[in-house]
Nanobody
Framework: QVQLVESGGDLVQPGGSLRLSCAAS????????MGWYRQAPGKQRELVAA???????NYADFVKGRFTISRDNAKNTVYLQMNSLKPEDTAVYYC???????????????????WGQGTQVTVSS
């Protein structure tokens, strides 16, 4: 019903910047909460930054002041601008969409929780 496609991951030197994009497609009326998570080898997946259903933003403490989440509602796309990257930011970054409103025939219906396939970010000299 909903597909999320991430892009923008790359190899970058410490102190560098990257911009990740996540485009949602499907029978979407309106996106709801969306965000970015990451998972490093041997570690659990963790929240990086997200928009809540009310439109406010949440950031993990370890990215505050360095990363910025933004969205383009007309394109059903969420972005993550990452500055001052550190080696410990190395991970697979996943896009998440939480209960978007979907076309459902006579009535629109809430969808489920969706994940993208992930995009690799490697910070290394």
């Amino acid at each position: 019903q909903v597909q999320l496609v991430e892009s923008g991951g790359d190899l970058v030197q410490p102190g560098g910047s990257l911009r990740l994009s996540c485009a949602a497609s499907g029978n979407i009326v309106r996106m709801n909460a969306m965000g970015w998570y990451r998972q490093a080898p041997g570690k659990q997946r963790e929240l990086v930054a997200a928009f809540t259903s009310g439109g406010s933003t949440n950031y993990a403490d370890f990215v505050k002041g360095r990363f910025t989440i933004s969205r383009d509602n007309a394109k059903n796309t969420v972005y993550l601008q990452m500055n001052s990257l550190k080696p410990e930011d190395t991970a697979v970054y996943y896009c998440n969409a939480d209960r978007p409103l979907l076309y459902g025939g006579l009535f629109n219906v809430p969808g489920g929780i969706y994940w993208g396939q992930g995009t690799q970010v490697t910070v290394s000299s």
